[in-house]
C-alpha cells in the first residue's frame, strides 16, 4: 500500500505571496491532519479534515487555511507568507473512525522556506 | 489544556545499552490516547505505538518496549541493545478524544529526544 505523499517536497517563497501544498493519504483514509514543525516550536497541529469537513483547528492565523476533496485529498493555503512560516509542513493520514483517535501515518513533509 | 514533556533533548549511548526515553504528560480528560513517533534523519515520522488511557499494560515489540504509569503521567520508551540505526529524534504525543464519531484533536507532541547511538 502506497504511503502518504507530499508535494512538493521543497518550496521558496517570497514574504507576502501565497503558498498551496498538497497531500495524499493513504488509500481508504478518510481523515488528513497537518502539522508544522520548526526547531523553536516544534510540532504544531494545524487541522483535521475528515470527509472533505474540517473536524478540528489548532491555534494558528487565518492565513492557514486547508480543504479535502471527495477523494480524501488534501491541501493547505497560507497566505501572505511571513518568514516565521518557514518550517516542515507534515500531512498525516489515519482512517479516521470511531473508537479513538488511531494512529497517524505521516508523510515526507514539505520544506518551505519564505524569504 | 494538554502538554506533554520530553525533559531529555539529547542522549547519546554506545551501541548495545539500553536507554530509556521519558515522556510525562498532562491532561484534564479521562479519555486521551498516547503516541510515540521516531523521526529519522530523511524526516518522515514513524508511527511506533498507540496507547489508550484505558489500558495500562506494559508493551514489548522486540527491542522496543513501554511502560505507562497513570500515577505518576508517564509513558517511558526502552529500546533495550541499541544500534545504530535507532539513532532518530523520538517524539511522545498525547491526543484527546473528543468525538464520538471518532478522529482526534490533534497530536500534542513533545518537544523530542535526539537519540545518538555511538558504534
Known amino acids: 500500500k502506497a504511503g502518504v505523499t507530499q508535494t512538493p517536497r521543497y518550496l521558496i517563497k517570497t514574504r507576502g505571496q501565497q503558498v498551496t501544498l498538497s497531500c495524499s493519504p493513504i488509500?481508504?483514509?478518510?481523515?488528513v491532519s497537518w502539522y508544522q514543525q520548526t526547531p523553536g516550536q516544534g510540532l504544531q497541529f494545524l487541522f483535521e479534515y475528515f470527509s472533505e469537513t474540517q473536524r478540528n483547528k489548532g491555534n494558528f492565523p487565518g492565513r492557514f487555511s486547508g480543504r479535502q476533496f471527495s477523494n480524501s485529498r488534501s491541501e493547505m493555503n497560507v497566505s501572505t507568507l511571513e518568514l516565521g512560516d518557514s518550517a516542515l509542513y507534515l500531512c498525516?493520514?489515519?482512517?479516521?473512525?470511531?473508537?479513538?483517535?488511531?494512529?497517524?501515518?505521516f508523510g515526507p513533509g514539505t520544506r518551505l522556506t519564505v524569504t | 489544556a494538554q502538554k506533554v514533556t520530553q525533559a531529555q533533548t539529547e542522549i547519546s549511548v554506545v551501541e548495545k545499552e539500553d536507554v530509556t526515553l521519558d515522556c510525562v504528560y498532562e491532561?484534564?480528560?479521562?479519555?486521551?490516547?498516547l503516541f510515540w513517533y521516531k523521526q529519522p534523519p530523511s524526516g518522515e515520522l514513524v508511527f511506533l505505538i498507540r496507547r489508550n488511557s484505558f489500558d495500562e499494560q506494559n508493551e514489548i515489540s522486540g527491542r522496543y518496549s513501554w511502560n505507562f504509569q497513570k500515577s505518576t503521567s508517564s509513558f517511558n520508551f526502552t529500546i533495550t541493545a541499541s544500534q545504530v540505526v535507532d539513532s532518530a529524534v523520538y517524539f511522545c504525543a498525547l491526543s484527546e478524544a473528543k468525538y464520538s464519531g471518532g478522529g482526534a484533536d490533534g497530536l500534542t507532541f513533545g518537544k523530542g529526544t535526539h537519540l545518538i547511538i555511538q558504534p
Open positions: 491532561t484534564r480528560d479521562t479519555t486521551y490516547y
Open positions: 488509500s481508504g483514509h478518510r481523515s
Open positions: 498525516a493520514s489515519s482512517y479516521g473512525l470511531a473508537g479513538g483517535p488511531d494512529e497517524q501515518y
